[in-house]
């Protein structure tokens, strides 16, 4: 089963240079089921990265530009009058797919983020008076733009709540920018072939059930979502003031699944409380929502988690 991962890995390297962290997060949202949100400043290979995977697991994969201008049937689909049977038929939008890349989700208005949320958490679409059940696996990978960029907006905390893991994309180094360059100047990316079949897929995901979590590794999950609630209890009075509202239990589910998900990737059978640190950000960053005074003095929900995984007690 590794040697699979190894190979959706090594397919998508042929158009992404570098970004292996942003890779890992995706399959652990993939082997999870669990949606992705992708930040980062234009030009960081967040799309080609989303697609280069899409294709390398052969599923249904659709993609959507979020515009201000995004009604929520231009995702979901509508009823049409048909005129020659004096009837309205539904014709499916472009929701009804495997993995659905939410480009630039931040540009778009309230409703339409409203239409996505209920998708995002029943996995069906409501379309007039009927309801339908979207084929599984399905799955959102959306890409932002940092909020300081012009016509973005803030997304609202319960749908950001939805979001399994949030992964910052950063600069590439140089040398992995000038590999990129001259692969595209020369032309050179290879084509992205299917390496996975849906069984084996399953497969993957039901090894990934049976790794082991030690007690201690759980409680120890649980101490740290906790301290993002209460933390005078840890002793972090320095951050107590930033923090308006801590992680929600969905945080402590999501953590539990990928964990197990990250140790797999690593290649073992078991969760060690590495495995749990290396992911922490990902799953609450987007989650604890700051005080005034946190953004007044430029504290960021990083710096928190940071600060937490260092008072809470390794077992």
Do not use: W
Request: aromatic share 6%; hydrophobic share 45%; glycine share 6%.
């Amino acid at each position: 089963m590794f040697t699979k991962i190894e190979a959706i890995k090594k397919e998508v390297a042929k158009v992404v240079v570098g970004q292996e962290k942003m890779i890992d997060g995706l399959l652990i949202g993939l082997l999870c089921e669990g949606h992705i949100l992708i930040e980062g400043i234009p030009g960081l290979a967040k799309t080609t990265t989303v697609n280069a995977l899409s294709k390398s697991l052969g599923l249904g994969f659709k993609r959507v530009q979020f515009t201000p201008d995004l009604l929520p049937s231009d995702i979901l689909g509508a009823e049409i009058y048909d005129p020659q049977n004096n009837d309205f038929k539904i014709k499916h939008g472009p929701i009804f797919t495997n993995l659905l890349l939410a480009d630039e989700i931040n540009r778009a208005p309230a409703k339409v983020q409203s239409a996505l949320l209920e998708v995002m958490q029943e996995r069906q679409v409501t379309i007039g008076d009927e309801s339908f059940k979207l084929d599984l696996p399905f799955f959102v990978m959306a890409t932002q733009n940092p909020v300081e960029q012009e016509g973005v907006y803030q997304l609202p905390e319960a749908q950001l709540d939805r979001f399994m893991l949030k992964l910052v994309v950063g600069y590439n180094t140089k040398d992995e920018e000038l590999e990129i360059a001259r692969r595209i100047a020369n032309g050179t990316s290879e084509a992205i072939s299917a390496v996975i079949s849906p069984d084996e897929l399953n497969d993957i995901k039901t090894a990934i059930k049976a790794v082991h979590v030690d007690d201690e590794v759980e409680k120890y999950i649980i101490e740290l979502v906790s301290a993002t609630r209460n933390p005078k209890e840890y002793n972090l009075e320095s951050i107590a003031d930033y923090i308006q509202f801590g992680a929600s239990p969905r945080v402590s589910i999501d953590m539990f699944k990928a964990v197990k998900a990250m140790a797999f990737l690593r290649q073992k059978d078991f969760v060690s409380p590495v495995d749990v640190a290396y992911i922490a950000k990902e799953i609450m960053r987007h989650r604890i929502l700051l005080t005034y005074e946190a953004e007044a003095e430029g504290v960021t929900t990083d710096e928190i988690i940071e600060k937490i995984l260092t008072a809470v007690p390794i077992p």
